[in-house]
Structures are given as structure tokens and as C-alpha cells.
């Protein structure tokens, strides 16, 4: 025969730890989820760290309301309804949020760029996660949602922009920035009969945060049909050149 302990008091002790232990990895799990996405754009992250939240606290209540000996039947389908409306709601959001992805590895403009689009056309004045804004010939602003870019033909008729490679670059904040690029320009160099002599390389900051500068490399090529070619073999350059910085910068700091 169970004694009163074992009936009623371990059975609230264990749903008490187990609901310690999910706020424990909940909040290490955001902790270590925010410094490893820290490059990521803030709105997905936010999105991607309230879901997986969201279910390490569904898989924590679960088991500590199975410890009461409570039946988690309701529980379940509740948490099952919730989930199944939240990914009802959110279908156009995660849509474009995807597309935001492809578009920026596979689809050819930035901003800045004049395009069209399911005739729509006008300069691309800001990407963001959800839609691509144009400013018009009218001064009219048009939101494309994102998820548009995937299922339309996309033109960019912005003059010569067939020429333009743009190279993202993360580097950590330890790094000698000036050092670094000077070291980059001059890699890019070997290659200069593959570029267009009268647009220089150009390398701009675009974010800076105390662990890491998140830059941009701008290059204008003579043929087209080798910018496979050469941003491959330049995403090569830059590979090397970071962990030669890299090591350096221990040596100085060992």
C-alpha cells in the first residue's frame, strides 16, 4: 500500500521539477538560440524562437501533468488544436517568409534595383521579411508579398545589372577591419580580367555589432556567363583570407 508520501506529495514534488526543468531548458535553449542566430533576420528568428518555445513548454506541461495522474487527453487535443490554428494564421507569414530566403539566394535584385513583376514595376526601396516594396514612376509605394518572386517571371531592368555580384561576409569582431579589406581587394585583383575596370570592387559595412561585422562585397563582371566562376572561386578567397585573420589575431591575443 502506497503511504501518503508516495500517493500525494511525490507526485507534486516530480510536477514541480519537471516544470523547473523545462523553464531551465526553455530559457538555455534561447539563450544559446539568439547567440548562434544572431546574423539571422530578427523577425524569423523571433517566429522560429516562440514556436520551439512554444513546444518545449507543450512536452514539459504534458509529463507534469501526467505525474498528478491526471488523463492529459484534453491536454493533448487542445495543444493539437492550438498548434494546428497557429499554422493556419500563419500560412501566408511563413510563406513569405520562406520566399524572403529563396529570393535572396536565387533571384537576381536588391535595393535600389528598378524591376517588374505580375505588371507591377518600380525601384525596390526596402526587402523585408514578409514583402518587397517598389516606389514607382507614379511616386505610388506597391507591396509584392514575397511569396509572388517564387511563382512570377522577375525582370530586373536595371541598366547593366546582369554585371553584378554581391557577396555576403560575416566576419567576427576580433578581426582588423582595415587590414582585412585591404588583404581582400588585393585577392580580388588576381581576378581583375574577369571585372569591369571601370567599377572597383567595393566592400561596405553593413551591419557592425561588438562580435561580428556583417559586410558586403560589390563587383562588377565583364561576361555573364562566368559569375558562377568567379563568386565561387572569390567565396573561396574569402574563406581562406578569414581564417588566416583568424589565427592571426590569436597569436596576437596568445
Given at each position: 500500500m502506497?503511504t501518503?508520501?508516495?500517493?500525494y506529495?511525490?507526485p507534486?514534488?516530480?510536477?514541480?521539477v519537471?516544470?523547473?526543468v523545462t523553464?531551465?531548458?526553455s530559457?538555455?535553449?534561447?539563450l544559446v538560440?539568439?547567440?548562434?542566430?544572431?546574423?539571422?533576420?530578427?523577425l524569423?528568428?523571433?517566429h522560429?524562437?516562440?514556436i520551439?518555445?512554444?513546444v518545449i513548454?507543450?512536452?514539459?506541461?504534458?509529463?507534469a501533468v501526467?505525474?498528478?495522474g491526471?488523463?492529459?487527453?484534453?491536454l493533448l487535443l487542445l495543444?493539437?488544436i492550438?498548434?494546428v490554428g497557429?499554422?493556419?494564421?500563419?500560412?501566408?507569414v511563413?510563406?513569405?517568409?520562406?520566399?524572403?530566403y529563396?529570393?535572396?539566394?536565387?533571384i537576381?535584385f536588391?535595393t535600389?534595383?528598378?524591376?517588374?513583376?505580375?505588371g507591377?514595376s518600380?525601384?525596390?526601396?526596402?526587402?523585408?521579411p514578409?514583402?518587397t516594396?517598389?516606389l514607382?514612376?507614379?511616386e505610388e509605394?506597391?507591396?509584392?508579398?514575397?511569396?509572388l518572386?517564387i511563382?512570377?517571371?522577375?525582370?530586373?531592368?536595371?541598366?547593366?545589372a546582369?554585371?553584378e555580384?554581391?557577396?555576403?561576409?560575416?566576419?567576427g569582431?576580433?578581426?582588423?577591419?582595415p587590414?582585412?579589406?585591404?588583404?581582400?581587394?588585393?585577392?580580388?585583383?588576381?581576378f581583375k580580367l574577369h571585372l569591369d575596370?571601370r567599377?572597383?570592387?567595393?566592400l561596405?559595412?553593413k551591419?557592425?555589432?561588438?562580435?561580428?561585422y556583417?559586410l558586403v562585397?560589390t563587383?562588377?563582371?565583364k561576361?555573364?556567363?562566368?559569375?558562377?566562376e568567379?563568386t565561387?572561386?572569390?567565396?573561396?578567397k574569402?574563406?581562406e583570407?578569414?581564417?588566416?585573420m583568424?589565427?592571426?589575431e590569436?597569436?596576437k591575443?596568445?
Amino acid at each position: 500500500m502506497d503511504t501518503p508520501y508516495e500517493q500525494y506529495i511525490m507526485p507534486v514534488v516530480t510536477f514541480a521539477v519537471i516544470i523547473l526543468v523545462t523553464w531551465i531548458v526553455s530559457y538555455l535553449f534561447n539563450l544559446v538560440f539568439v547567440g548562434w542566430y544572431r546574423i539571422g533576420m530578427s523577425l524569423v528568428r523571433l517566429h522560429v524562437q516562440r514556436i520551439a518555445t512554444i513546444v518545449i513548454w507543450s512536452v514539459g506541461l504534458i509529463l507534469a501533468v501526467e505525474q498528478l495522474g491526471l488523463r492529459i487527453d484534453l491536454l493533448l487535443l487542445l495543444i493539437g488544436i492550438l498548434g494546428v490554428g497557429t499554422i493556419i494564421a500563419a500560412t501566408d507569414v511563413l510563406r513569405n517568409l520562406a520566399a524572403k530566403y529563396f529570393s535572396d539566394v536565387y533571384i537576381p535584385f536588391k535595393t535600389g534595383d528598378t524591376i517588374r513583376i505580375s505588371g507591377h514595376s518600380g525601384k525596390v526601396i526596402e526587402i523585408n521579411p514578409v514583402s518587397t516594396v517598389l516606389l514607382t514612376e507614379n511616386e505610388e509605394l506597391v507591396s509584392i508579398p514575397n511569396s509572388l518572386f517564387i511563382k512570377e517571371p522577375t525582370v530586373n531592368i536595371t541598366p547593366q545589372a546582369w554585371k553584378e555580384i554581391t557577396i555576403p561576409i560575416a566576419v567576427g569582431g576580433q578581426v582588423d577591419l582595415p587590414a582585412f579589406e585591404s588583404r581582400l581587394i588585393k585577392s580580388i585583383n588576381k581576378f581583375k580580367l574577369h571585372l569591369d575596370e571601370r567599377f572597383p570592387p567595393i566592400l561596405t559595412v553593413k551591419r557592425r555589432e561588438k562580435n561580428f561585422y556583417e559586410l558586403v562585397l560589390t563587383l562588377m563582371i565583364k561576361e555573364p556567363s562566368k559569375k558562377d566562376e568567379i563568386t565561387s572561386e572569390i567565396n573561396r578567397k574569402i574563406a581562406e583570407l578569414t581564417e588566416q585573420m583568424k589565427r592571426k589575431e590569436k597569436k596576437k591575443t596568445a
